[in-house]
């Protein structure tokens, strides 16, 4: 994407959605957020979150703003023209699902080196709102991707709009959990393998599921 066509992106289309956000979950809903002085001022950033909802990216990005956002979404989201687009503008890109793409690595890799990176390490909706296990993929990830991580965790949108509802839910309670950067360095000088990349994504999920047994004391 050129200069130009980034900042028309920009401030035609992601600036007026955060301020939608902003007046859908600060306004109509009551979010809370802790630890936004520990998120990095400048440079390549993976953000990583547990996931509840489908709407988790919406919600989880807007609070890093100015930062600009990309994150993967399914494959499904991007069937037919106008959602292609739509999606695209936001800063989403697609996945297939349970199938591992050496394209979309390097994506994820490339973006993260200056830009900001959203994912879910879980890669699916936990049933009952506990942080689950991470895949191994995201391991290989912040392994090649060499930037700080910043675990996140989240809770209350899952009410917003509960599984299987059409329509959202209003005044929820959500807070939104940010925890400091993680680098990874021992890790990263170690030899690549499928149990480093265990071993990293395990490490990560273990730091989210602190801060959710932390949040009571905030």
């Not at 830009?115 to 009952?128: A, K, Q």
Request: proline share 6%; hydrophobic share 45%; charged share 25%.
């Amino acid at each position: 994407m050129s200069k130009i066509k980034f900042y028309l992106n920009y401030w035609l289309v992601y600036f007026p959605m955060t301020v939608i956000t902003f007046f859908c979950f600060h306004i109509l809903n009551r979010v809370k957020v802790f630890g936004k002085t520990n998120v990095p001022k400048k440079g390549g950033l993976l953000i990583m979150a547990n996931h509840i909802s489908a709407l988790d990216s919406w919600l989880v990005g807007h609070i890093f703003f100015p930062r600009r956002i990309f994150f993967p979404a399914k494959a499904e989201l991007f069937k037919g023209a106008v959602a292609r687009v739509f999606f695209n503008l936001m800063g989403a890109f697609p996945v297939v699902r349970g199938r591992y793409n050496e394209r979309v690595m390097r994506r994820i890799a490339e973006i993260s080196q200056k830009g900001t990176i959203l994912m879910h390490p879980e890669g699916t909706r936990s049933p009952d709102g506990r942080v689950g296990k991470g895949m191994r993929g995201i391991g290989k990830i912040i392994y090649e991707s060499k930037v700080p991580v910043l675990p996140v965790y989240h809770i209350g949108i899952q009410h917003f709009l509960p599984k299987g509802a059409i329509f959202p839910r209003f005044f929820k309670k959500m807070e939104i959990i940010i925890g400091k950067p993680m680098n990874f360095e021992e890790e990263r000088k170690k030899e690549a393998s499928k149990e480093l990349y265990a071993e990293i994504s395990n490490k990560l999920m273990d730091n989210i599921r602190q801060l959710a047994e932390n949040r009571g004391a905030l």
